[in-house]
Each structure stands twice: as C-alpha cells, then as structure tokens.
C-alpha cells in the first residue's frame, strides 16, 4: 500500500511542474494499463493512476466545451464569499447551480469570480439570478508576482467576469452570516478588532493593506489565515484538555478514552473550519487533520511519514488542483519537517525550551525555503518573529480569542470583558509586525532558480548530517548549480525585461545590480497597482540593490499611474518625464542613453529612450504616433518595444525599415480590446524578418546582452513553460 500511494503522491504533486496535460484518448489506456500493474508494480500503477487523475481533472478545469464557457449567460448562482475590501470594484466568488434552465453535471466545475461595479447589500449564501459576461481566468504571467492563472485552477476557478444585472432569489443567510455581523459589531472599537475577526471565523475584510504588508514583513501572515496550524491547534488542545479530563474522571487503565476523546476533537475541529466558512485552503487542512486523527484513533498506521503519506494521498484523491497552491506545499512540507527535525534532534535540545527552539527555527528556516520558491521572496525577520509568536498565538491569543468569541455570541455576562482581552492578547503580534516592518530585510529575493534553491539545503544537510559515511562527498556536486549562479555575469552582460502588465507599459532595465524602470503600468482607484504588484516584487527578485531612473514616457495612466507607488517604494530613485526627458544623462552603468520628444501633446509627446552598448542597442519609443516618427532619424535597433502597443497609427513602413529590429516586443494585454498588436502590424514586423513577442500571449519577455550573443526568454515559454502558464485556453 505504501508503494502505491507513493507513487500516487509523487504524480499528482509533479502536475505543478508538467509541460503539458495528457490527451483524453491516452487516459483509458493509461488507466487500464495501472490496474493491470496494481498488483505487480504497485509504486507504478500509483503513478500512472495519479498521472490519469490529475489529467483529467485539469483537463475539464481548461476545456473550451466546459459549460462556463466564454461568453453572456443567464445564471442562478450561490454567493460563496463577500468582497475583501469597500473598493468600488469588488470581486466576489460564486457556485453556479443553473446555466439558464440546465442544472450543472456533478462533474462540471462550477465555481466563477464576478465582478460588480457599484454598491450593493451582499449577502453571503444567498442565492441571486445573474445575468452574466464571462471569460476565461484572466492574469499576468511575471516572475517573483501572483500568478492569478494558477491560483484560479487551485481554487477551481473556471471562469471570470462582470454582473450585467442581478437579481436576489432565496434569502436564506448563511448561518455564519449573522455570527460575523455580531463579532464584528462587538469588536468595531477594538484597536485589534480586524486581526479578532480573522482569527475567530477567517473574516478578513478588516485588514487593511497597511497590516498585511506589516504581516508579511515579519513573515507572519499564516497566523491570521486559517489553515492547519489553526486546526492542528484547536485538535492538540481539545486533545489534551480532554484527555486530562478523561484520566481524572473515568480512569482507564487500557487507554480507552482516546478515542471518544479524538471524536470530540474531531467535532471541534470540524466547527472550527465551519465557523471560518470551509473555504478550499480549510478544507484541504480539514481533511488533513481528520484523517490523520482516524489514523490514529484505529491505529492503522505504522510510523509518523505513513500518516502524512495517507493524509496526503486522501487530499489529492478529492481534490488534486490542490497542488497548485501554496497551501498543499507549505502544510505537508511543514509536517515532514518536523519529523525530520525531531529524527535529526541534536543532544542539546532534549528539554522542552529547548526542543522547541530547535523545531520551531528549523521549521522556519526549511519552510522559508518553500515560501521563496513559491513567492519569490523571503523576510529576514520571519526567525525571530515566529519563534515569539507562534508559541504566543497557539497558547494564549489564539484560544482566547475562540473563548472570547463564543462567549460574545452566547450573550453571556462580561462578553466585553473577554473580548478586550482577546484583542489585548493581540498586541504583541501586532507589535513585532510594526517592529519587522520598520526594519532593513523585510523582503529578500532569490534569483538563481528554483532548482538551486531545492540543492542547497539538501547539500548542507548532507554535511552535518550524512545519512552513510561517503554521503558527504556528494553535496560539492550538489552546491555546484549553487555556486556557479554567484559567478557574476560579465561587465559588459545587462537585460531588458519587458513586463506583463496587461495593456499598458513597464521595461526593467538591469545591469550589475542596478536598474532603470521605463514606465510603470496602470494604478486603478480600488488601489491596486501594476508597479507594487509587478514591478516591485520583480526588483526584489532579482536582487536589485538600487533603482536609479524612473523614466515616465507620458502621462497616461497604463504608463505612469504605478509612478507613486515605485517613488515611495524605491526613495532613492531619480524621476525622468516631460521636459527632462530632453536632458536625460547620456550614461548608465557604462550604457549609452540617447533621448529624444517632440513638441506634441500626448502619445506623439512620450519621451524616446535608446539604450545601446555599441553593439547592441534597444528603442523605447512610449506611445508614439506617425507624426512623431516621421520626425525620427533612427538608428537600427537590435531589440523594440512597439510603439503604442502595436497600434496601426505607429510603426509605419519607412519607420520599421528605418529601425530594422532583429527582435520585436508587442506590449499588448491578453485579449484587449483594441485587438493590439493590430494584425497589419504584425505582418509588417514578420516581412522585417524579426522574432516576434507579445507580453498578453508570452508573459514576460526577457531579453539578455552578452557580447557574443543576445538571448530572448519568455515566461510561459522559457522561464516558467508549464501546462497553466499556455494562454490557449
């Protein structure tokens, strides 16, 4: 049994890294093929059987024929979740139950996020009559930023789109419904009343970005987002609370009570993930948590690594997709560390104090190694702030605040009282975030790859503790990608990286540390921006150590709305736009900047940046129009990024034969509007022989300078050429 659900394991879990999903024709015979081995080869069978499994589940998540399709239709759908924040636009996530007079298959996805523009009274659990304009999950596909693509198939997310008219059907609220709106009013004058609500029922419309961003400095927003810390730490105390109960009053000399006791704890862990809506991160850490308190209770296990291995293996037979989120990696990979850190205890941390500091510090050093990999970037305070708090919060705030909020709903005496205390709890986690964030090292990249990433702490284990004697040899063959990355790059290397920021603008340039951003992409009203959610963690990635140069084309908001974000962000940076674009400096980390606007209002206004290192050279030319390039006397550029986002009123002939480009960046949205780049355009590139990008079908276009060659890689090609990453569907 072992062998299969290992095999089972090991197949789901890699469908995060496939190029491509199985045909359906190849699945019968695959899946034909595993259960003829199940007996023979059971590690085997379990592999192609997961192969089987997480195909097909893919496969009708992305699906052009699914129900959900592209399109107008007339739903009758559920509410799952209200708006995060009081923004105009809101997002909300839905349950389709009809498509016009056709009820949903059991086996069709049915989940979409809808956007409204406009107040409305949602209620969560209520069922509405929708009139609707879907497609298909949209995003940017960036390095070291949110990939909303995948995170939509994590969540089994078939579709996005706006609400053309609504209308409400069954007024049934959620239970929770009335539970929320009760805490939220008892907690409304508490300095700490958002992290309250977030704690006691995962109610996290309160925090505002300045706490999360306090929270992720210290490396401590898994403190306020239910998951299996919170549910494990609810089961340990109910466990043990009841354990002790059951020792003092009914003695049993035969261990009889456990399991009565592991049924409760069950019960009260279940209410728990109920209380907090049973959402898809707490189910997958319900599940977790139930099977391994089965497990324990029948005994049907052998050794701890078993009981992760069937936790795991019942979480990706219910819902495979899970993989591609953060959660499903963090959760078992924080489970394995532990065994490994208790099996690798040293002598000194045989007392409690000190076992605890051993656990907990290895837990965050190796956990912050998954987080990297899958955030891209790290803070330097996570140490020392989860080794005060996590003890902190799993004592003491955390099961004063679940007391504290059953007493409130309760209406019982001093409900105010308990609740103050709760809040005051709070405060030290409050506190340390302050502190993290305050402080130099909040956010720390890691741009060598993933895969060194995974070779260096499997080296420096290999080290200290080598498993057999010549094990030790082998971590310098391990630490060598590792070492090889921090070879510098020649003097004369640098890289342009056009980014995805949908249909507006943003080139990183970068050379020895130090980069020049040209535009920054668009800034919207509900606050969020290209420039803090792109460009930002992009240069923190990559390990940039200064931004220099903030060159604004225009004053469009898709090329300089992101401009006050990077200011505050990067406070050194020096601003370039308007008439200083006319004496811009002439030099750059051993680059020659030529610049060159026209006298125009507007598009034919941006400021047009050449970079060039004599021998190879790239033209910026913002948002020009015929006028302006009529005007030009350019140069052959090695690499461009079209003017105007490849509109028909840019890149005339005499001006595409003029620059010549070998290499052509498109910087156009996925499916925008305009229909950019106009297909003319495009044709008149390909008849120039250039190699041809565009951000909304590649993702993010790099394009490194060496002396003896130019390299051109895009995201969902190159750098991340995974299944989800294909805009195909």
């Known amino acids: 049994m072992n062998s299969f659900l290992l095999g089972w394991v090991a197949a789901i879990s890699s469908g995060l890294f496939w190029p491509a999903l199985l045909p359906p024709g190849f699945l019968v015979v695959i899946g034909a093929a595993a259960l003829w081995l199940v007996r023979q080869r059971p590690m085997l069978a379990g592999l192609l059987l997961g192969i089987c499994w997480f195909s097909w589940h893919g496969d009708r998540h992305i699906t052009a024929s699914q129900p959900l399709n592209e399109g107008e239709h007339q739903l009758v759908a559920r509410l799952l979740t209200l708006p ?34 406009g107040e409305t009274q949602w209620q969560a659990g209520h069922l509405y009559q929708l009139r609707v304009k879907l497609r298909p999950p949209m995003g940017t596909f960036n390095q070291f930023s949110w990939n909303q693509r995948r995170h939509a198939l994590a969540n089994r997310v078939v579709a996005q789109g706006r609400i053309l008219a609504m209308e409400p059907l069954a007024q049934n609220s959620h239970w929770r419904v009335p539970l929320a709106q009760t805490l939220e009013q008892a907690v409304a004058q508490l300095p700490r009343g958002d992290l309250l609500r977030a704690l006691a029922m995962a109610d996290r419309r309160g925090l505002s970005d300045e706490r999360w961003q306090q ?29 002790w109960l ?75 997709l899970a993989v591609l989120g953060p959660g499903y990696w963090l959760s078992c990979c924080a489970v394995a560390i532990i065994m490994l850190l208790v099996a690798q205890a040293p002598g000194w941390s045989h007392g409690r104090l000190a076992s605890l500091v051993w656990i907990q510090c290895g837990l965050t050093l190796l956990l912050g190694l998954v987080q990297l990999g899958w955030f891209g970037s790290l803070s330097l305070h996570a140490l020392w702030a989860n080794l005060l708090m996590v003890p902190w919060v799993s004592l003491v705030a955390l099961p004063l605040t679940l007391l504290a909020a059953l007493w409130s709903w309760s209406a019982l005496p001093f409900a105010d009282a308990g609740l103050w205390l709760a809040d005051l709890s709070l405060w030290p986690l409050e506190w340390v975030a302050r502190l993290a964030q305050s402080l130099p090292g909040a956010s720390l990249g890691w741009a060598h790859g993933l895969m060194t990433l995974i070779l260096l702490p499997l080296a420096l284990w290999l080290v200290w503790r080598p498993p057999v004697p010549l094990a030790r040899w082998l971590a310098p063959l391990l630490l060598m990608p590792t070492l090889l990355t921090q070879v510098g790059e020649p003097p004369s290397s640098w890289r342009v990286h056009v980014m995805d920021v949908r249909q507006g603008l943003s080139v990183v340039v970068e050379k020895q540390g130090r980069a020049l951003v040209y535009d920054t992409g668009a ?64 030099h750059w980390q ?30 910026l030319p913002g948002d020009i129009e015929a006028a302006s390039e009529a005007r030009m006397s350019p140069k052959r550029a090695t690499v461009l990024v079209t003017p105007h986002h490849g509109s028909r009123s840019s890149s005339t002939e005499s001006w595409v034969r003029a620059v010549a480009p070998s290499i052509v ?27 041809q990008k565009t951000t909304g079908r590649q993702g993010q276009v790099s394009v490194h300078f060496h002396p003896e060659e130019v390299k051109v890689l895009s995201f969902s090609e190159q750098l991340a050429p995974y299944w989800y990453n294909q805009r195909r569907w």
């Open 84 to 117: 995060t924040r009081g923004a105009l636009y809101q997002r909300t996530l839905w349950q389709v139950e009809r498509i016009g007079e056709r009820s949903l298959k059991f086996h069709h996805p049915n989940r979409i996020w809808l956007s409204y523009q």
């Open 215 to 243: 929270l992720r400095a210290a490396g401590l927003t898994h403190l306020v987002a239910i998951s299996g810390l919170h549910l494990s730490l609810v089961a340990l105390l109910l466990v043990t609370v009841l354990g």
């Open 246 to 320: 059951a020792r003092r009053l009914f003695p049993s000399q035969g261990g009889g009570a456990r399991l009565p006791v592991l049924m409760v704890a069950a019960l009260g862990v279940t209410a728990y993930a109920l209380l907090a809506g049973l959402g898809l991160a707490t189910q997958r850490a319900l599940i977790m948590a139930l099977a391994a308190m089965v497990m324990l209770a029948t005994g049907r296990f052998g050794r701890p690594w078993e009981l992760l291995l069937r936790a795991a293996a019942l979480l990706l037979l219910l819902d495979p």
């Open 523 to 586: 800034a919207f009203p509900s606050g969020f921006s290209y420039a803090e959610r792109v460009v930002d963690p992009f240069l923190r990635g990559r390990g940039i150590v200064s931004l220099d140069y903030l060159v604004l084309s225009h004053g469009d908001n898709d090329h300089a709305g992101g401009a006050g974000a990077i200011k505050r962000l990067w406070p050194g940076v020096e601003e370039i736009s308007g008439e200083g674009c006319k004496q811009g400096p002439s």
């Open 590 to 619: 051993g680059l020659d900047l030529a610049w060159q606007k026209f006298d125009y209002r507007g598009n034919n206004g941006s400021c047009i940046l050449r970079i060039s290192d004599g021998q190879h050279s790239v033209l």
């Open 665 to 691: 960046v498109h910087p156009a949205g996925w499916r925008n509007r305009w229909g950019f780049p106009h297909p003319e355009i495009e044709a008149r590139y390909q008849g120039s022989g250039a190699l």
